[in-house]
């Protein structure tokens, strides 16, 4: 992933998510497309084919009519199994991060202090 790399970030705590883009935006690097619904980010992911998502587990806790994140990655990775995902939760359990792997999440990063330069060295990885 050489050059600018465009990252779609799906959360749909609105605070974490514009705090996780403003961060990344600071990477002259990064292209960042922000999103609220795994809804949205498929939709614009026709649009604009990203190198790299951070998506959030729990994609419903605020609408539970809308797609979780496990559902999302696996649209996300039936149509483009290629695409680097991250997969984002509070959520610290094993079982949790070893299922996200198995449906194809590259990574699993908790939702903690660290969890912003966790994500910038997994960025920094795929230089």
Do not use: W
């Not at 974490?16 to 990064?30: E, F, I, Q």
């Not at 610290?92 to 070893?98: D, N, R």
């Amino acid at each position: 992933m050489a050059g600018i790399k465009t990252i779609f970030v799906v959360d749909d705590d609105d605070f974490y998510l514009l705090m996780l883009k403003d961060h990344l935006d600071k990477n002259p690097a990064y292209k960042v497309h922000a999103f609220s619904t795994g809804e949205a980010c498929l939709d614009y992911l026709f649009d604009e084919k990203p190198d790299l998502i951070i998506l959030d587990y729990f994609l419903n806790d605020t609408n539970p009519t809308a797609a979780s994140g496990m559902v999302i990655l696996e649209k996300i990775k039936k149509v483009y199994p290629s695409i680097h995902v991250i997969m984002l939760s509070s959520q610290g359990k094993y079982g949790v991060a070893a299922s996200t792997i198995a449906k194809g999440a590259r990574h699993y990063v908790v939702k903690d202090n660290d969890s912003f330069r966790k994500i910038t060295a997994i960025l920094e990885s795929y230089s």
